[in-house]
């Protein structure tokens, strides 16, 4: 008798300890798809270059996003993310809009390798808005068709979209409070949250009630590329840029980045 209930209990012992290594090996891939704010600087520059020596200290919050979904993290997100752990694969590039994003295949590549249960966050506006630039330039409903493009693709493989207001720049400030710079921008990603039902994160409110508690002049110098000379390699005349971040400036909004998500849950 004993015989008989031995080879089914050890195969459901098995079964069990597989699937337990099963899940300890997924891994969610978090997409983050948008324009230079968002970019890896480090791991994305042109080959054979030190990023170090030709573009450090400019960072994208995308760069330094991975730190935020360690696995005692993700027990705070846990509606999105199920498995053990999870891998940050950052797309943006500088420069991009949704439309140019999409005209040269980056999109494609994303949306080819999405699996179910992966993310895919999504921050544009910077270049969309850029009418001086006609290259980049996409309008308002173009911006919310492009939108509407990713988050539908996203679904069909069963990965979830996370829409993102674009992220403050540093201007202009009013009163001691910085001010929206993206016109309708952030209202028309608002719009099309609300119309497909997708999660949102206000990256650009966040990010404006964020930078005015510090304070522009601490902002300014710590958290934006207003660089003196002699301080960077990369930077011997100095640098002054209020859209672009320090790695002190693109942790702070990976963090506010990472707090939209725990509201989530």
């Given at each position: 008798?004993?015989?008989?209930?031995?080879?089914?209990?050890?195969?459901?012992?098995?079964?069990?300890?597989?699937?337990?290594?099963?899940?300890?090996?997924?891994?969610?891939?978090?997409?983050?798809?948008?324009?230079?704010?968002?970019?890896?600087y480090?791991?994305?520059?042109?080959?054979?270059?030190?990023?170090?020596?030709?573009?450090?200290?400019?960072?994208?919050?995308g760069?330094?996003?991975?730190?935020?979904?360690?696995?005692?993290?993700?027990?705070?997100?846990?509606?999105?993310?199920?498995?053990?752990?999870?891998?940050?694969?950052?797309?943006?590039?500088?420069?991009?809009?949704?439309?140019?994003?999409?005209?040269?295949?980056?999109?494609?590549?994303?949306?080819?390798?999405?699996?179910?249960?992966?993310?895919?966050?999504?921050?544009?506006?910077?270049?969309?808005?850029?009418?001086?630039?006609?290259?980049?330039?996409?309008?308002?409903?173009?911006?919310?068709?492009?939108?509407?493009?990713?988050?539908?693709?996203?679904?069909?493989?069963?990965?979830?979209?996370?829409?993102?207001?674009?992220?403050?720049?540093?201007?202009?400030?009013k009163?001691?409070?910085?001010?929206?710079?993206?016109?309708?921008y952030?209202?028309?990603?608002?719009?099309?949250?609300?119309?497909?039902?997708?999660?949102?994160?206000?990256?650009?409110?966040?990010?404006?009630?964020?930078?005015?508690?510090?304070?522009?002049?601490?902002?300014s110098?710590?958290?934006?590329?207003?660089?003196?000379?002699?301080?960077?390699?990369?930077?011997?005349?100095?640098?002054?840029?209020?859209?672009?971040?320090?790695?002190?400036?693109?942790?702070?909004?990976?963090?506010?980045?990472?707090?939209g998500?725990?509201?989530?849950?």
């Amino acid at each position: 008798m004993k015989t008989k209930f031995v080879i089914p209990l050890v195969s459901m012992t098995l079964a069990v300890l597989i699937m337990a290594f099963t899940r300890s090996k997924a891994v969610t891939t978090v997409y983050l798809i948008g324009d230079s704010t968002v970019a890896d600087y480090a791991n994305n520059y042109e080959e054979g270059k030190d990023y170090m020596k030709v573009r450090y200290p400019v960072t994208g919050w995308g760069q330094v996003f991975q730190q935020f979904l360690v696995k005692d993290s993700l027990k705070k997100i846990d509606k999105l993310i199920k498995t053990d752990s999870a891998f940050v694969d950052d797309r943006a590039r500088g420069g991009r809009s949704t439309r140019t994003f999409f005209q040269e295949g980056r999109w494609r590549s994303v949306y080819e390798n999405l699996k179910k249960g992966d993310l895919v966050l999504m921050q544009f506006g910077h270049n969309d808005a850029a009418e001086d630039k006609p290259e980049r330039y996409v309008n308002l409903e173009g911006y919310k068709e492009f939108l509407r493009l990713f988050i539908e693709q996203t679904r069909a493989k069963g990965a979830k979209p996370i829409l993102i207001t674009p992220v403050a720049r540093n201007f202009p400030w009013k009163e001691g409070k910085l001010q929206n710079i993206h016109g309708l921008y952030p209202d028309a990603v608002k719009e099309i949250a609300k119309e497909k039902n997708v999660m949102i994160i206000d990256l650009n409110q966040k990010s404006m009630d964020f930078f005015t508690k510090k304070g522009q002049p601490y902002v300014s110098e710590n958290y934006f590329m207003n660089l003196p000379a002699g301080l960077y390699e990369a930077y011997p005349n100095g640098q002054k840029d209020n859209t672009h971040f320090q790695t002190k400036g693109a942790v702070e909004v990976a963090r506010l980045v990472f707090e939209g998500m725990k509201e989530f849950n």
